[in-house]
C-alpha cells in the first residue's frame, strides 16, 4: 500500500547497486526514510529535537543492521547462483 513513498529511492538507487553498499546503502535509505517521515512526526506534533537520544540511537541502529543483513544475504545469493 505505501510503495509509493518507496518510489523516488527506487528510481535514484538500482537495486544491488549503490543502495548495497555497506556505508552508503544504509545511509541514503535512513535519510530518505527520514525525508519521508520527520514531517509526519512533526505534524503529529512530536518535537523530534526532545526525542530521547537512547530510543533514537536504538532505532537508527536496528534500521542500520536490518539492512546491513539484506546486503550480507543478497551478497550470498549472489554468490550461490
Given at each position: 500500500?505505501?510503495?509509493?513513498?518507496?518510489?523516488?529511492?527506487?528510481?535514484?538507487?538500482?537495486?544491488?547497486?549503490?543502495?548495497?553498499?555497506?556505508?552508503?546503502?544504509?545511509?541514503?535509505?535512513?535519510?530518505?526514510?527520514?525525508?519521508?517521515?520527520?514531517?509526519?512526526?512533526?505534524?503529529?506534533?512530536?518535537?523530534?529535537?526532545q526525542?530521547?537520544?537512547?530510543?533514537?540511537?536504538?532505532?537508527?541502529?536496528?534500521?542500520?543492521?536490518?539492512?546491513?543483513?539484506?546486503?550480507?544475504a543478497?551478497?550470498?545469493?549472489?554468490?550461490?547462483?
Amino acid at each position: 500500500m505505501f510503495k509509493f513513498l518507496w518510489w523516488p529511492y527506487k528510481v535514484i538507487f538500482k537495486h544491488r547497486g549503490l543502495s548495497h553498499h555497506p556505508i552508503f546503502g544504509p545511509l541514503t535509505i535512513l535519510i530518505n526514510f527520514a525525508l519521508i517521515f520527520m514531517p509526519v512526526l512533526v505534524v503529529l506534533g512530536f518535537n523530534l529535537i526532545q526525542l530521547p537520544l537512547d530510543i533514537t540511537v536504538a532505532a537508527a541502529t536496528g534500521f542500520m543492521l536490518s539492512i546491513e543483513m539484506h546486503i550480507l544475504a543478497d551478497m550470498v545469493a549472489s554468490e550461490l547462483t
